[in-house]
């Protein structure tokens, strides 16, 4: 039982931090959008042009803290049952299609909206129920992964494989797009 109120406080600990994180990126994008802003009204273009590649660094990161958070939350159901993992979990990108069209190529956009469209998917079909709450109560035995909890607990495993190979293609897509920032 103390192993369990401990593994409790540690998985509330890192929603915690992971929600802070994507906080602090979000206030990040909204400083990085307003220095835009005043440069492109009064700045150097090597100003601008920093500008916008910190505005893109930005919003590629709060992307895919969330898309890590929501692969972790998935992960975690591949053992046991966690609620609170899958209720911390964003449904929505939450940036505009304009700034993730600035900040990625056509064909990742896609993917990060079909990633974000799976996973809702999954979370309607296995954690939602007709009253539109999360279940908390899943019928089976987590061991055997029988019942609805064995159900919920496969479609798991294979999310999370699909969801790997989706963040692997962008990843690899990003690296060979995304050119380094020049400081001089």
Same mark, same amino acid.
């Given at each position: ?43 150097? #273009? ?6 916008? /590649? ?16 929501? #692969?972790?939350?998935?992960?975690? /159901? ?44 999954? #979370? ?10 999360? #279940? ?25 494989? /699909? ?7 962008? /990843? ?13």
């Amino acid at each position: 039982m103390d192993h369990l109120i401990i593994f409790i406080i540690i998985a509330v600990v890192i929603v915690i931090i992971l929600s802070i994180c994507q906080l602090v990126v979000s206030f990040k994008i909204i400083h990085r959008l307003k220095m835009q802003k005043n440069t492109e009204t009064g700045g150097s #273009r090597n100003e601008n042009d920093l500008s916008r /590649q910190y505005l893109k660094e930005e919003v590629i990161t709060a992307v895919f803290l969330k898309m890590f958070t929501i #692969r972790n939350a998935v992960h975690k /159901q591949t053992t046991n049952l966690h609620v609170k993992s899958i209720e911390n979990t964003p449904t929505t990108i939450g940036i505009s299609d304009d700034l993730l069209q600035k900040a990625f190529s056509k064909n990742n956009v896609e993917q990060i909206n079909l990633y974000f469209h799976t996973y809702n998917n999954y #979370r309607q079909k296995y954690w939602v129920n007709k009253h539109h709450k999360l #279940r908390t109560v899943f019928p089976g035995d987590i061991a055997q992964k029988s019942g609805d909890v064995g159900k919920m607990m496969v479609a798991s495993e294979q999310l999370v494989k /699909q969801l790997d190979k989706m963040l692997t293609e962008i /990843q690899k897509e990003e690296k060979m797009t995304n050119t380094p920032i020049s400081y001089t």
